[in-house]
């Protein structure tokens, strides 16, 4: 079962920030926060990760708070290619930790 | 840059035929290798993964084996098909960036159903 739990659904209004929250109640600290989003009928793709520190790449922001409790995905203009289910999920990563995903947030971009 | 493949895209299957599906992975050396299976409507669900050539571990038992004959290249088998084996069938990949950092990549997959 996965360790993380997440809303099952957002909306956003295209052009707007996302903003996807994740509680990590039982992380450990050897692991780290990884993001995954899937698109109907495709492989899930990776966006960030972070262990303790807030990350930025070029499709995303993760902000972990400092108990590692929580963690927010910001997708800061988010379009309709957005629209996807969105993955958090505590692994210690590679063949050290099984990616165990959840049911994760559908994120529906609206025009 | 990494890529990783996999075929057939998708596959209709009678019960009780055999099955092999392919993974390679270019760009890369020595990574380490997944098979998840997705359940229509339910999460990824590790079947096998592999550190190196011929080194299959197995999560859950199942109808299902694994080989890796070569460094970039996974394949799933099995001898008879089940109607269970349905779903959608990911590779993915990954190697050792940092102190517990393996951040893994998926293939695009392969939908199979058996009827």
């Known amino acids: 079962d996965a360790k993380t739990t997440q809303p099952p659904s957002m909306d956003c209004a295209e052009g707007r920030a996302a903003n996807l929250p994740c509680n990590h109640s039982?992380?450990?600290?050897?692991?780290?926060v990884y993001w995954y989003r899937q698109i109907h009928s495709q492989g899930p793709q990776y966006i960030i990760h972070?262990?303790?520190n807030n990350e930025t790449n070029e499709m995303a922001s993760l902000i972990i708070t400092e108990d590692r409790k929580s963690s927010t995905l910001i997708l800061p203009h988010a379009t309709l290619r957005d629209t996807a289910v969105y993955y958090c999920?505590?692994?210690?990563?590679?063949?050290?930790?099984?990616?165990?995903f959840g049911k994760g947030t559908k994120l529906s971009v609206k025009p | 840059s990494q890529t990783i493949h996999q075929w057939p895209a998708t596959l209709v299957q009678p019960v009780g035929s055999p099955l092999s599906l392919e993974c390679t992975v270019e760009?890369?050396?020595?990574?380490?290798l997944y098979w998840y299976r997705q359940a229509a409507g339910r999460g990824l669900q590790l079947l096998f993964y592999?550190?190196?050539?011929?080194?299959i571990s197995s999560e859950v038992p199942q109808n299902l084996s694994a080989s890796r004959p070569q460094d970039r290249q996974f394949i799933l088998s099995s001898k008879k098909l089940l109607l269970s084996d349905s779903g959608f069938y990911l590779c993915?990949?990954?190697?050792?960036?940092?102190?517990?950092?393996?951040?893994?990549?998926f293939g695009p997959g392969t939908r199979l159903l058996v009827l």
């Open positions: 993915a990949w990954s190697e050792l960036a940092g102190a517990n950092q393996e951040t893994q990549y």
């Open positions: 039982t992380i450990s600290g050897n692991e780290y």
């Open positions: 972070g262990l303790k």
């Open positions: 999920i505590d692994s210690e990563g590679g063949s050290q930790g099984n990616l165990i």
């Open positions: 760009g890369t050396s020595n990574p380490n």
């Open positions: 592999s550190v190196g050539i011929g080194q």
